[in-house]
């Protein structure tokens, strides 16, 4: 396993449309032990292939199972066949470093995908895993999360948000987003 370097925001390859992974071979199954190995590395919580620059239906996502036992999904080939419900909350990413927008997405999500030997699953998550899934899906047809927010916060800014949320007796998490 390696780390690979992260591209960011105005690298054309964050811009293109995925090919569909066809072979299920010791290629790929190094693609993603490394993305698993750089997310890991980087504190994220997805990751998908062209942020590491690889034009391939490839995502990696941590899914807490239990409190203290993350576990990470490995979707290949994903597609996302049920959402239900809504979450507003702020979303970063590792191609976009230091800036966060307040975007909404379903709070259910179940995606189908194959394994890293091509068989078929489905996996569903809640919200941050519903959050994520959508986020990282994004990635393979070219969009990032800056598309759903109006504006983008430095850490800082998001702190002094949140503060400021539940100084004013509401809750922490943002009410609007785009």
């Not at 690298?11 to 890991?40: G, Q, S």
């Not at 230091?98 to 194959?114: E, H, L, M």
């Not at 959050?131 to 899906?137: A, G, I, N, S, W």
């Amino acid at each position: 396993m390696a780390e690979r370097i992260i591209i960011t925001r105005g690298d054309p390859a964050l811009e293109k449309k995925c090919r569909p992974v066809v072979k299920f071979d010791k290629k790929l199954h190094t693609l993603i032990d490394d993305m698993k190995e750089t997310l890991l590395i980087s504190n994220g919580v997805g990751l998908a292939a062209p942020q590491v620059g690889i034009l391939r239906r490839v995502v990696v996502v941590m899914d807490v199972m239990e409190e203290g036992n993350e576990h990470i999904l490995e979707l290949v080939n994903p597609e996302i066949v049920s959402q239900e419900g809504e979450q507003t909350d702020f979303e970063g990413c590792l191609s976009v470093p230091g800036q966060y927008g307040i975007v909404t997405r379903p709070s259910v999500v179940t995606v189908r995908a194959q394994d890293r030997n091509g068989s078929w699953f489905e996996a569903t998550g809640e919200e941050i895993v519903a959050r994520c899934f959508c986020h990282e899906l994004e990635h393979l047809d070219g969009h990032l999360f800056v598309e759903h927010t109006d504006r983008l916060y430095t850490p800082e800014e998001m702190e002094e948000y949140r503060a400021a949320q539940k100084q004013k007796g509401g809750t922490a998490k943002p009410e609007g987003g785009k």
